[in-house]
């Protein structure tokens, strides 16, 4: 056995180590010679106390006294960083762990020991990508009601839960839990997912399911966020997402009203979302929910998910056209223009302004783009789209002569 005083110092040594691994002034790299930052150039004192206290350390253990908590740490410690590889060879942490996870996925009940493992596993970022068989064996004790672990726990399982998946868009994804208020059971802000207090209580007190629909579709929100900064365009939704959410940005009158909200289509692909991730995640549990259940807390009951491409919302009591709010919009803002690749299909720069393009140019392109299917219907769209406008003018001119 490694003694106690040896183990407290090496864990939290290896905690205090792995939290400043990158500098928390500027995000870059430390030297290990000089505890530098190798961009800012400031020095770290509590990397650098931390790192020769692990190095003291390890010496001294061996495979007899690297206990099932070291075996955890030090793995999480390998997996932040290549600088202990060669010191720590001797232990396969990897196939330990793995170990110690599925020994975990058999026990019905947990002993203080099994506890403190959960809470090392789930309170890491480094096992995010472990298997996820453990985290809903537990998630599934608690909708049961045959859990015996503590809420910090489950919120931390939660956590995991949400994590492993925004994390695949995102390295700066965050969840959070936060009183949001009435009829509030989620946020999402760029890569931050917030989930409401109560929510959580109701999953922890009484095995409400209703925390896995409400997560997905503030995941779902997180998805958008990650679409429209990359430009992607999969379909003509994307854009008018895009445009609405920029409109929202700067026409508050337009999110702030209940009508516009459910037509939202962020709103109704968040809602459809969670309706079948929320579905299946709890079907792969075991359970089957009723749809007319699933309908009410998912929320797409409140949508008409046929009207994706409706683009009419109402402006102090009167139908407008987000296209066509949005085209007057961007005429002067080429700066927004130029962030948003996506919208250079349909528009284009000339004499400062940003203005549409026409119906023959949309053609041409569409000719010479490289059979991309999704991209020849976004075309057709569009130039359906300009066929409508320029027929209109043409009516108009022809009425005015
Ligand atoms: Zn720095
Ligand atoms: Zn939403």
């Keep these: 056995m490694l003694n106690q005083n040896y183990k407290e110092n090496l864990i939290n040594s290896i905690n205090i180590f792995c939290k400043n691994i990158n500098c928390l002034g500027c995000g870059g790299t430390y030297n290990y010679q000089t505890f530098t930052c190798e961009f800012c150039g400031s020095i770290n004192e509590e990397l650098k106390k931390s790192y020769l206290n692990i190095f003291s350390i390890i010496p001294y253990l061996n495979k007899d006294n690297v206990d099932k908590e070291i075996t955890l740490y030090l793995y999480k410690l390998v997996n932040s960083s290549d600088i202990f590889n060669h010191a720590l060879e001797q232990f396969d942490l990897t196939k330990e762990t793995n170990s110690i996870i599925k020994e975990l996925e058999t026990k019905v009940e947990y002993n203080d020991l099994d506890t403190k493992l959960l809470e090392c596993i789930f309170s890491n970022d480094i096992f995010l990508d472990i ?81 896995f629909y409400v997560l997905p579709h503030e995941m779902m929100h997180t998805y958008r966020t990650y679409v429209e900064s990359k430009g992607i365009v999969g379909s003509i939704y994307d854009t008018l997402a895009l445009k609405e959410r920029l409109l929202r940005e700067y026409n508050q009158d337009i999110y702030y009203n209940d009508k516009n909200y459910v037509k939202n289509l962020h709103e109704i692909e968040a809602n459809a979302f969670s309706y079948r991730a929320g579905t299946n995640y709890l079907k792969s549990l075991g359970f089957e929910i009723s749809e007319e259940a699933v309908l009410n807390i998912s929320g797409v ?101």
């Excluded at 931390?156 to 868009?169: C, F």
């Excluded at 994804?173 to 949001?180: C, G, K, P, V």
């Design 131 to 211: 298997d996820n068989v453990l985290r809903d064996i537990i998630l599934r004790n608690v909708i049961l009601r045959k859990n015996s672990l503590s809420k910090e726990l489950i919120e931390k399982t939660i956590s995991h839960l949400v994590l492993s998946d925004t994390r695949n868009i995102s390295k700066d994804s965050r969840f959070y839990i936060r009183n949001l208020g009435e009829n509030v059971g989620g946020l999402a802000f760029h890569y931050y997912v917030y989930l409401d207090r109560e929510v959580m209580d109701n999953f922890y007190d009484k095995g409400d399911i209703s925390i």
């Design 301 to 401: 009951i409140n949508n008409d998910l046929t009207r994706l491409d409706n683009p009419l919302r109402e402006i102090e009591g009167k139908l407008v056209n987000i296209n066509e709010l949005f085209a007057n919009f961007i005429k002067d803002k080429k700066d927004l223009f130029y962030k948003y690749p996506q919208l250079h299909y349909e528009f284009k720069e000339e004499e400062g302004q940003v203005i549409y393009k026409s119906k023959m140019e949309l053609v041409d392109e569409m000719t010479f783009q490289n059979k991309d299917e999704s991209l020849e219907e976004i075309y057709l769209t569009l130039i359906k789209n300009a066929n409508d406008r320029e027929s209109i003018k043409d009516k108009n001119d022809i009425l005015k002569s």
